[in-house]
């Protein structure tokens, strides 16, 4: 098996403590061989992240760069894929544990199924039981597929992800992103088009990610996606999460129902429905998108 010569990649922005045990988890990976080196961008901290992680006693090549003020996850990502100088990039969120596998899980997909990126699963971990139960349903995101499986490029997410740094010579992440969300889509719809068919699974590429916000919290990001990015997005990109057009064309109609909606999932989701929480949910976190959209329109 040839060195993978990867490049860890880290954005971080005022997660001092999550980023001590993201550091910890990454010293004690199994084939950390394979790790080229560790590259941070701090995206305007006051929390001494930056310092931190400067002081910390890694057992890999260390790079790190910071802002001064906070310019959002695309700048951060952008710049951090610059200075990355290995062969394969592997996007961690500062907030996540890594299991200690998870290198051994990559390196067997990557030596069995031929693909530029490779997508891992993320454990959740929030205060919030029904939607903890929900972000971790196996019907969600990589957990339903096996490893080597062709996956839909929505599915590609940088909180636990490895794509060949070659990839990125000609494909950069579109820096008019600057609030909440969509990038990583935008950007996987882009490896698609140039690349088709080379997305694939590794489900058993875990990181944990525990203290997750709540559900209303995590509908206010959705909201602000909704508001801004989203409007950046191409009308295929638009559908991969919309589920129909009329949604977003006939906004006229479907506001007032879709704030109804919003209110009601809302107010069921605060009560055990066993496994009609999913729905539910997934009806709330679409009308929170929907309700951003419809207030830029």
């Not at 005022?14 to 045990?21: A, H, M, V």
């Not at 006693?57 to 610059?82: D, M, W, Y």
């Not at 694939?200 to 206010?220: D, F, M, T, Y």
């Not at 057009?245 to 109609?253: A, S």
């Amino acid at each position: 098996m040839n060195n993978l010569k990867i490049s860890i990649i880290i954005i971080g922005h005022n997660t001092r403590k999550p980023l001590k045990s993201l550091l910890e988890s990454i010293n004690k990976l199994n084939m950390s061989v394979h790790v080229f080196e560790v590259i941070y961008v701090d995206d305007g901290s006051s929390d001494l992240s930056y310092d931190f992680f400067n002081s910390y006693n890694l057992k890999f090549n260390k790079k790190s760069t910071r802002f001064s003020c906070n310019r959002g996850r695309v700048a951060a990502t952008q710049k951090a894929i610059e200075l990355s100088r290995g062969s394969w990039f592997l996007f961690v969120q500062s907030n996540v544990i890594l299991s200690s596998s998870l290198l051994v899980e990559y390196a067997h997909v990557i030596n069995s199924f031929n693909a530029k990126a490779y997508m891992g699963r993320v454990k959740y971990g929030s205060r919030d039981k029904i939607f903890n139960k929900y972000l971790n349903n196996n019907n969600r995101g990589v957990s339903k597929y096996f490893a080597g499986d062709l996956i839909h490029y929505k599915y590609l997410l940088f909180s636990n992800s490895m794509v060949r740094g070659s990839v990125f010579k000609s494909i950069q992440l579109n820096k008019k992103m600057r609030s909440y969300g969509g990038e990583e889509l935008d950007f996987a719809f882009r490896l698609n088009a140039r690349f088709p068919n080379m997305i694939k699974a590794s489900p058993l590429s875990v990181v944990v990610r525990n203290n997750h916000p709540s559900l209303s919290k995590h509908c206010l990001r959705l909201f602000e996606f909704g508001k801004n990015n989203f409007f950046l997005l191409t009308d295929e990109m638009r559908l991969a999460i919309v589920p129909s057009w009329c949604l977003l064309k006939f906004t006229f109609f479907f506001k007032p129902l879709i704030y109804i909606l919003y209110l009601v999932c809302s107010l069921l989701n605060k009560y055990n429905f066993g496994f009609l929480n999913f729905y539910i949910i997934r009806l709330q976190l679409l009308s929170s998108l929907l309700r951003g959209y419809y207030s830029g329109s």
